[in-house]
């Protein structure tokens, strides 16, 4: 239970919570009290992490190649007839069965204020897979937005080494104010306001159905991420990150923190698109021997790739002693 | 920024609230500032697109079904999810998703009937059946049941028909990218118009094309062989035959006493907009209008 209100509190945007010294187990502190008398051999550890960068991109590769073939095969789809895959991100067919995005439905629900069998079906089905595939697991494993975001990341964290530009931060909690007012404004006006600027809407069209005018908007967000502030849209605005953190806050498939073999460098705080998920990370904060990610995390596998001691791995809950 | 300043003992006490330094709180303020900028600015942004579609602006030729009525169409832009499944079942590629410049409109399908009219070749209305959230309504089962918009001869001294003209060639000329169904080629598959050289003594391409009038000739045929061979051929349903005509070629008058036909739109016209699309002049001496005109027939809701 302290998983989805710890889950729901990130989403909401406030900070993880301190832990009292009481909450820690008496297993976790032994641990922490051990490495506190038991420094780690810098260099050493440096060598193990250089050693561990050659093979950092497996789940990355996973997963590009997941969000590539997912929005190819919208692509290829249509493009060759097939009736494979139809439609676009906001509502599909997968061979013949509906699918809708839990936001955009959502959204068209509010605006329409009615809901045809046909979409309680997708967004059933799609609610579903994701309360299975770990909710934000379609932030960073679909949404075609994230990839092109990914890049601008890149980009602003080689301009910023070089000084070039900083990374400004906003306060997360106006994410939630986005969400509380575009669902406002569907109500009330009427339209999906929300799906006028919904970047990921407009790349899966565009890749679908050709780019237009649209891209521009898209571009702009892009540059503002580059120069302004790293990840803003998924960090700051996009609702549709906390329609699937809620879905997520109830999924067995999370990322989990195994405090033994942690050295608390933070390489993987560093690689997060979400940071704040990752604070039992910080020395002396985890409250367990294992402790899991909040939902708030899109399951991309960053912190999987980039963790020199493997002290953060994918689990499934409840099935953990079978894996 | 990302990275909490780490504070020196890991476990504070119960009651002490961190206290800020004063460089801490300016940041603070900044955050505050910069974040409301940005609730701003997005909220903002996104109500621009609320113009287009208050204006009135967004207003256009829709797939059959769309839900709406000619003047009103916010239901149909609430209910679209945007998702182009009605793009992507049409035969004949009729149907285009809005741009941004429509604002809230943006991903909506529409039709822009001259390039490339809906025909109804895949008679049994697959957009409204491939539409997932209801804004093609499924309450139409065939084509004389949609009212999409209505076909009004805006430049009669254009028709080729009141000039008394008939027309030889390709309907829209060579380079013409549209396409549609012609029974007589093939049932199933449409072909492009350029391909289909006309040779009429008397141009009648709106009237011949209209898909309503097409399929009233092949249900009278039908009806025909019915009454040949009573017990072969399967009952009819609905509206599967169009109950009313569209448009006819009716005689005129003109003012130098020299009769003319000219096509008349009658109350079977769902606003498909072929006549459009075929018609050979430019402009189009037939458009088909959004809105319908006060002297016209009663809309099918």
Redesign the interface.
């Known amino acids: 239970m302290s998983y989805i209100t710890e889950s729901l509190r990130q989403l909401y945007g406030s ?1 993880p919570r ?4 009481a909450e ?1 187990s008496p297993e976790a502190q032994a641990i ?1 009290l051990f490495k506190k008398q038991n420094p780690f051999d810098a260099i050493a550890f440096e060598a193990h992490r250089q050693a561990h960068a050659k093979d950092a991109k497996k789940w990355r590769n996973r997963r590009w190649a997941t969000l590539l073939v997912i929005n190819l095969l919208f692509l290829v789809s ?1 493009y060759f007839d097939i009736q494979l895959l ?8 997968f061979m013949g069965f ?1 699918m ?2 839990l936001n ?2 959502l959204q ?1 629900t509010l ?2 204020k ?1 809901m ?1 069998l ?2 309680v079906i ?1 967004t059933a089905t799609i609610f579903v897979l994701w309360l299975l595939l770990g909710g934000r697991t379609f932030c960073s494993w679909v949404c075609p937005y994230h990839l092109l975001s990914e890049w601008a990341e890149k980009l602003h964290l080689y301009l910023a080494d070089k000084g070039l530009v900083k ?5 997360r ?2 994410r939630s ?2 969400y509380l ?2 669902a406002l ?1 569907a109500l009330l ?9 919904s970047v990921t ?2 790349v899966s ?1 565009a890749l ?2 050709g780019p ?3 891209m ?2 898209v571009g702009l967000v892009l540059l503002f991420e580059v120069f302004y502030s ?1 990840r ?1 849209w998924c960090r ?2 996009c609702p549709i990150g906390i329609t699937y953190g809620v879905v997520g806050a109830l999924s067995p498939l999370r990322v989990k923190f195994v405090l033994k073999d942690c050295h608390h460098e ?1 390489d993987c ?2 690689a997060c698109l979400v ?1 704040h998920v990752l ?1 039992m990370t ?4 985890a409250v367990h021997t294992e402790v899991d990610v909040s939902a708030d995390c899109t399951r991309c596998g960053m912190c999987v790739d980039v963790c020199p001691t493997n002290s953060l791995r994918f689990e499934i809950k409840g099935l953990g002693k079978h894996l | 920024m990302n990275e909490q300043s780490k504070p020196k003992n890991p476990a504070p006490k119960k009651s002490a609230r961190r206290k800020l330094n004063p460089k801490q709180l300016e940041q603070n303020r900044r955050e505050f500032l910069r974040s409301s900028a940005l609730a701003v600015g997005m909220i903002g942004f996104s109500l621009v697109g609320l113009l287009p579609v208050v204006q009135g602006k967004t207003l256009a030729l829709r797939p059959p079904g769309a839900l709406k009525t000619p003047a009103d169409e916010s239901d149909f832009l609430a209910a679209c999810i945007k998702c182009g499944q009605c793009v992507q079942v049409c035969p004949v590629n009729a149907i285009k998703l809005a741009e941004l410049d429509k604002g809230a409109g943006i991903g909506v399908p529409y039709i822009d009937a001259r390039a490339q009219a809906c025909d109804f070749s895949c008679d049994g209305l697959q957009c409204v059946l491939a539409c997932p959230t209801g804004a093609l309504t499924h309450d139409l089962d065939y084509p004389a049941d949609s009212r999409m918009g209505y076909a009004r001869l805006a430049e009669p001294r254009k028709c080729l028909a009141i000039q008394g003209k008939g027309f030889k060639g390709q309907a829209r000329g060579p380079d013409y990218q549209g396409i549609l169904r012609y029974d007589d080629v093939d049932r199933w598959n449409p072909i492009p118009v350029a391909d289909y050289p006309y040779d009429l003594e008397l141009c009648d391409l709106c009237v011949r094309q209209c898909p309503i009038e097409i399929r009233i000739a092949q249900c009278a045929e039908e009806e025909a062989a019915r009454e040949q061979n009573k017990d072969r051929v399967a009952q009819r349903q609905g509206n599967e035959c169009p109950p009313k005509h569209a448009i006819a070629l009716e005689p005129i008058v003109s003012e130098d006493g020299i009769r003319r036909m000219k096509p008349v739109i009658l109350d079977g016209c769902v606003g498909c907009g072929v006549c459009e699309m075929i018609c050979p002049p430019e402009p189009p001496a037939i458009v088909i209008d959004i809105l319908q005109d006060a002297d016209h027939i009663g809309g099918v809701s």
Not at chain 1, 88 to 93: G, K
Not at chain 1, 189 to 197: A, L, P
């Open positions: 900070e301190r832990p009292e010294k820690i922490h249509y139809e439609g676009a991100l906001t509502a599909s067919r509906h809708a995005d955009s439905a068209v605006a329409f009615h045809v046909n979409l997708g990374d400004r931060s906003f306060n909690k106006v104010l986005f007012i575009f404004l006006s009427g339209y999906t306001v929300f799906e006028t600027i809407g407009i069209r679908i159905y237009g005018v649209a521009i908007w790293r803003a700051y605005v933070g705080r560093k940071p604070d910080v020395k002396g904060k």
